[in-house]
């Protein structure tokens, strides 16, 4: 009875914490389309540097002020070394992301994001040539075709803001790789509080532990998620950005403000976006800590859908029969990538295999460390 009682709280709790992640994420996504289209704010970086300063007010007033977490220190040497480049291409990955919604309709974005897989995988077998097993290369077929199906049908394209979107997956991409980077290559025992920041946290909790022996991904996510990596990540992200937005849109929000008819109520529509951004980072802390990895992959493609769907009734962006199918192969393509990735991590490692410098130490390392799902988020 009381295992019954447990399963069933357990089911309610996972879903509604995918509910709240898909309504914060969602929410976050159709206010930035408006702030560009319905608004005619259209100046990405300043929307983007916005979202950071919220979130490192945010962060502060969470660790410094509530206490509501406790403070991981990192060392100075090893902000500027280890965060601040995660941060800069964390940073070109949102304005990118910010851009592409200036250009093109939401639908169409977000199908195009949904390509980091594919890029992620390319990178990492160019670059380092790392071996990938077969099913996964095989996996990435319907996700390319549904993408190359989409672009051809899109009636709203745009080049520039496909571009971006597709720029956007490759600094995702990048980002991936450089963490994985940091990961592997940083020497646990030299610095045990950045160690714990990346992927040892002290502090999760016992739902929150079990990812850390299943996933290697998952491991390293949950520390992104933190709220202690918002608190050293975003005040860097927001020093990047903010002389660049100041140069070239600084003259154009000045303008913005003097002619606008309302401008009070679109400011506060500009900065409640970023507190939902802000928040949107503790939904998926809460998501994948009340859910199993295959779940979370299936809700963020489900996720994927619920965005065009609820963009499409808002914005009435004109959508194709065959644009509407190459969507659809394409969230079922990262859908099937996800499920091959969680079964090949649960396979051994491959038997007899001579250890070399480039051999994984298990069948885990052969993925890419990659999920869209968590994409522009800090």
Same mark, same amino acid.
């Given at each position: 009875?009381?295992?019954?009682?447990?399963?069933?709280?357990?089911?309610?709790?996972?879903?509604?914490?995918?509910?709240?992640?898909?309504?914060?994420?969602?929410?976050?996504?159709?206010?930035?389309?408006?702030?560009?289209?319905?608004?005619?704010?259209k100046?990405?970086? $300043?929307?983007?540097?916005?979202?950071?300063?919220?979130?490192?007010?945010?962060?502060?007033?969470?660790?410094?002020?509530?206490?509501?977490?406790?403070?991981?220190?990192?060392?100075?040497?090893?902000?500027?070394?280890?965060?601040?480049?995660?941060?800069?291409?964390?940073?070109?990955?949102?304005?990118?992301?910010?851009?592409?919604?200036?250009?093109?309709?939401?639908?169409? #974005?977000?199908?195009?994001?949904?390509?980091?897989?594919? @890029?992620?995988?390319?990178?990492?077998?160019?670059?380092?040539?790392?071996?990938?097993?077969?099913?996964?290369?095989?996996?990435?077929?319907?996700?390319?075709?549904?993408?190359?199906? %989409?672009?051809?049908?899109?009636? $709203?394209?745009?080049?520039?803001?496909?571009?971006?979107?597709?720029?956007?997956?490759?600094?995702? $991409?990048?980002? %991936?790789?450089?963490?994985?980077?940091?990961?592997?290559?940083?020497k646990?025992?030299?610095?045990?509080?950045?160690?714990?920041?990346?992927?040892?946290?002290p502090?999760?909790?016992? $739902?929150?532990?079990?990812?850390?022996?299943?996933?290697?991904?998952l491991?390293?996510?949950?520390?992104?998620?933190?709220i202690?990596?918002?608190? =050293?990540?975003?005040?860097?992200?927001?020093?990047?950005?903010?002389?660049?937005? #100041?140069?070239?849109?600084?003259?154009g929000?000045?303008?913005?403000?003097?002619?606008?008819?309302?401008?009070?109520?679109?400011?506060?529509?500009?900065?409640?976006?970023?507190?939902?951004?802000?928040?949107?980072?503790?939904?998926?802390?809460?998501?994948?800590?009340?859910?199993?990895?295959?779940?979370?992959?299936?809700?963020?493609?489900?996720?994927?859908?619920?965005?065009?769907?609820?963009?499409?009734?808002?914005?009435?962006?004109p959508?194709? =029969? #065959?644009?509407?199918?190459?969507?659809?192969?394409?969230?079922?393509?990262? @859908?099937?990538?996800?499920?091959?990735?969680?079964?090949?991590?649960?396979?051994?490692?491959?038997?007899?295999?001579?250890?070399?410098?480039r051999?994984?130490?298990?069948?885990?390392?052969?993925?890419?460390?990659v999920?869209?799902?968590?994409?522009?988020?800090?």
């Amino acid at each position: 009875m009381e295992e019954s009682v447990f399963f069933q709280w357990s089911m309610i709790r996972s879903l509604l914490a995918i509910l709240q992640w898909w309504g914060f994420n969602v929410t976050v996504i159709i206010m930035n389309k408006w702030i560009f289209q319905k608004l005619d704010f259209k100046f990405p970086l $300043s929307v983007s540097c916005v979202h950071f300063i919220c979130s490192s007010i945010g962060a502060y007033v969470v660790i410094k002020v509530l206490k509501i977490k406790p403070l991981i220190v990192v060392e100075p040497e090893d902000r500027w070394r280890r965060i601040f480049p995660m941060s800069f291409v964390f940073c070109i990955n949102i304005v990118l992301g910010n851009v592409s919604l200036r250009f093109i309709p939401v639908s169409f #974005m977000q199908t195009i994001k949904s390509f980091t897989p594919a @890029t992620t995988v390319v990178l990492q077998w160019l670059v380092w040539r790392k071996y990938f097993d077969w099913q996964i290369w095989a996996s990435l077929i319907p996700i390319v075709g549904g993408i190359l199906l %989409t672009s051809v049908t899109e009636l $709203s394209f745009n080049m520039f803001g496909f571009c971006a979107a597709l720029f956007g997956c490759l600094a995702t $991409s990048t980002k %991936t790789i450089l963490a994985e980077s940091l990961l592997h290559g940083y020497k646990f025992d030299s610095d045990l509080s950045f160690a714990r920041l990346l992927c040892f946290n002290p502090f999760l909790s016992n $739902s929150e532990a079990k990812f850390k022996s299943s996933d290697l991904f998952l491991q390293f996510l949950l520390s992104l998620l933190s709220i202690n990596t918002v608190y =050293y990540m975003a005040p860097f992200a927001t020093m990047i950005l903010v002389l660049p937005a #100041m140069l070239v849109e600084g003259s154009g929000v000045i303008n913005w403000f003097y002619t606008h008819e309302s401008v009070w109520p679109a400011l506060i529509i500009i900065f409640s976006s970023g507190v939902l951004a802000f928040c949107l980072n503790f939904s998926i802390f809460y998501v994948i800590h009340s859910t199993t990895a295959v779940t979370f992959n299936v809700a963020g493609n489900l996720k994927v859908a619920v965005a065009v769907l609820v963009s499409w009734l808002i914005f009435h962006n004109p959508i194709s =029969y #065959m644009n509407a199918v190459g969507c659809a192969i394409t969230l079922v393509g990262c @859908t099937f990538y996800g499920y091959v990735r969680h079964m090949l991590s649960q396979q051994p490692p491959p038997p007899g295999t001579p250890r070399t410098p480039r051999t994984p130490r298990n069948r885990i390392e052969l993925l890419p460390l990659v999920n869209d799902k968590l994409d522009g988020k800090v």
